[in-house]
């Protein structure tokens, strides 16, 4: 069973296209978020959400939007793509420590990532 | 913001052999929560051990330890007897204030047969 699955795994489009990646956890996570992983392997937070509630919203276009209809999913939007937009995207998750307590099993998840090529 | 630092872009191991991942950081908090996570060729992004900033104990995890120096801010990974299997990117992460998780630039693992 997948714990965090993101689809689609590639994506190809031409600039200017309205495109959307979705990710699903089904291990009861709290807190989800979306990484952007840049051609050096940079990995950099873009957006969390605790509960459906946005949290983090770093600097990022406003072309990106993320919505999350439930805790256990948030897809990510982006409009008219740019070609710097390139790039491999990953959803993850994390228990609530301050809900749960349980720092023994404390970690994040990370889908397979999305390969997003704007040509 | 808080800081990782990764100093060695590349490092090669031979099979069996034992070798270090170097790791920094930057913080002004006391308690916090540091990770390795392990990306092979496959790009999944895979966790390999967590350490406690509380905790005085270095974490293990079978063929994976850490050196956890909180004073000096240090949080290397040791890989013992290694595989193959192990050649990957290695990323060292720091668990900042709100859940987010900052990431060192990653250190390329070659094992050679």
């Known amino acids: 069973d997948t714990a965090v699955s993101q689809t689609p795994k590639y994506l190809v489009t031409q600039m200017g296209n309205d495109k959307s990646i979705k990710c699903e956890q089904n291990l009861g996570h709290d807190t989800m978020y979306w990484y952007k992983q840049d051609s050096k392997k940079f990995l950099k937070i873009m957006f969390s959400y605790n509960n459906k509630e946005l949290i983090i919203n770093e600097t990022v276009p406003n072309r990106f939007s993320p919505k999350s209809p439930d805790k256990a999913h948030l897809n990510l939007h982006i409009n008219s793509l740019e070609l710097g937009d390139s790039a491999v995207y990953f959803c993850a998750s994390s228990q609530d420590l301050a809900r749960t307590g349980d720092v023994l099993n404390y970690g994040y998840t990370f889908g397979s990532g999305t390969r997003l090529t704007v040509v | 913001a808080q800081t990782v630092t990764q100093s060695q872009p590349e490092m090669s191991v031979q099979e069996a052999e034992t070798v270090t991942l170097s790791c920094t950081y930057d913080t002004s908090e006391s308690d916090y929560y540091l990770f390795w996570y392990k990306q092979p060729p496959s790009r999944q992004m895979i966790l390999v051990i967590r350490q406690e900033a509380y905790k005085q104990q270095n974490a293990t995890e079978n063929r994976f330890s850490v050196n956890f120096q909180k004073a000096a801010k240090s949080f290397s990974l040791k890989i013992s007897d290694s595989q193959l299997g192990d050649a990957a990117m290695y990323f060292c992460?720091?668990?900042?204030?709100?859940?987010?998780?900052?990431f060192g630039a990653g250190t390329i693992l070659r094992v050679k047969s």
């Open positions: 992460a720091y668990r900042e204030y709100g859940n987010k998780l900052v």
